[in-house]
């Protein structure tokens, strides 16, 4: 959303005729695939064994080299980032060197690359520990805002049979948090299918959020055809099912007349209740069309050097509508100036694959190691050969 794959005057690489699988180790439930292979490509080839992606993001379109250059995560209980189910990665350098990396071999390059943007080298190969596709249950209950952490903490964490949670922060006050669970189940399939299929069809979707940002008073609406349908509907499904949601449910028509964008801010368990707070405080002061806030968890990140998650978080994922203008850009970079401001004081940091609207010191602020970062990228591309509009921004020339 911000240039991370794109430079100008650049040579780009299509990575997605990439995309087979190099080994596949069922009974150890383990994989090896080339970098430009979907989530979605993968989860074809290990359903017929009851094998399921074990961290990715909630949606299945993304590459997976692509994933491991952002360090992703999603709504696994207890997992983190895509990096704690990372084993090995190959990478090609500016030299031309095609190295293998892990926790054991060349350890301070692997850390680097995980969560890196692609501003070291080409990750052209990605060996991943797999897990269970077992059948999950939904669950989803009404939570008031000042106790969710300990109803996180008390009933989620502590349970180890729930797979997936999040939490649903609905405008204009963001106070009624709608905790959405998955729990390992034996119950019987609502769903028979597998794996969402390809193609459907999402106009209603796409004219549920039109909805949402462009009529006055959708409360109702909210409620009737979102809310209601996860709180009184029954859903039973095996995993894969559930991780094979496909981006095109979120969609716009068109984007000649506005957009929908994604934010993230991270900040530590202790902190949720004002963040929140403050955060909600600042949308409504400049009135941002936001469809919803989603809360997650994650245990602190030990291995990526730019971690966006230092010690336990929770992240705030901020989804929301923007004109298709310079001028609606520029004013949405002053409240996120402000959202920034807030997580950094919170002792958190804000993610990096979005609009580039954080200052050079903000951002300096938010990823102190990037000093490290830049000590890596000298020396395995001391011409700066890899380059996007994120590092051109944020990372001094050497």
């Known amino acids: 959303m911000g240039g991370q794959i794109s430079a100008t005057g ?67 209980v207890g997992s983190g980032p895509v990096v704690n189910s990372v084993r090995a990665l190959q990478v090609a350098f500016a030299d031309g060197r095609v190295s293998e990396l892990s926790r054991e ?3 301070d390059i692997f850390r680097a690359i995980a969560g890196g943007y692609g501003g070291l080298g080409v990750i052209t190969e990605v ?28 009933k989620i964490l502590s349970n180890p049979r729930i797979l997936l949670h999040n939490a649903d922060l609905a405008p204009p006050s963001f106070d009624r948090p709608l905790a959405v669970t998955w729990v390992v ?27 949402l940002t462009e009529l006055p008073a ?18 039973v499904v095996l995993r894969n099912y559930e991780a094979s949601l496909d981006t095109a449910s979120l969609e716009p028509r068109t984007r000649v007349f506005s957009t929908y964008l994604l934010q993230e801010y991270f900040v530590p368990t202790a902190s949720f209740l004002p963040f929140a707070r403050k955060m909600a405080a600042i949308l409504k002061q400049y009135n941002v069309p936001a469809l919803n806030i989603s809360v997650r968890h994650s245990p602190a ?89 994120l590092w051109e921004k944020y990372l001094p020339r050497a």
């Open 185 to 211: 189940s034996d119950r019987k399939l609502t769903e028979p299918r597998r794996l969402v299929p390809r193609g459907l069809n999402y106009a209603r979707e796409q004219n549920l959020i039109w909805a």
């Open 10 to 76: 650049s040579l780009h690489l299509d990575m997605r005729g990439m995309n087979g699988v190099v080994w596949l180790d069922a009974s150890r439930r383990r994989v090896r695939v080339q970098a430009g292979m979907t989530w979605r490509e993968l989860q074809d080839v290990i359903d017929p064994h009851d094998l399921a992606v074990k961290i990715m993001q909630s949606y299945s379109n993304f590459s997976i080299g692509g994933s491991v250059s952002v360090n992703c995560h999603g709504r696994y």
């Open 301 to 389: 990140d030990t291995t990526a050097l730019l971690a966006w998650a230092q010690t336990d978080v929770f992240s705030f994922v901020l989804y929301y509508k923007q004109r298709s203008s310079k001028e609606a850009d520029e004013a949405s970079r002053r409240w996120t100036s402000q959202l920034i401001d807030a997580a950094i004081a919170a002792g958190g940091r804000y993610y990096l694959p979005y609009r580039l609207h954080a200052s050079p010191d903000q951002f300096r602020r938010a990823y102190p190691k990037v000093t490290e970062f830049l000590r890596i990228k000298n020396e395995v591309d001391p011409d700066n050969r890899f380059r996007n509009m």
């Open 105 to 107: 071999h060349n350890p």
């Open 218 to 235: 959708t409360h109702w609406l909210r409620e009737r055809y979102a809310d209601d349908a996860l709180l009184n509907t029954e859903a």
């Open 127 to 154: 060996e991943l520990d797999l897990d269970e596709n077992c059948v999950i249950a939904r669950k989803c209950e009404r939570v008031a805002l000042a106790e969710y952490p300990a109803f996180f903490r008390e």
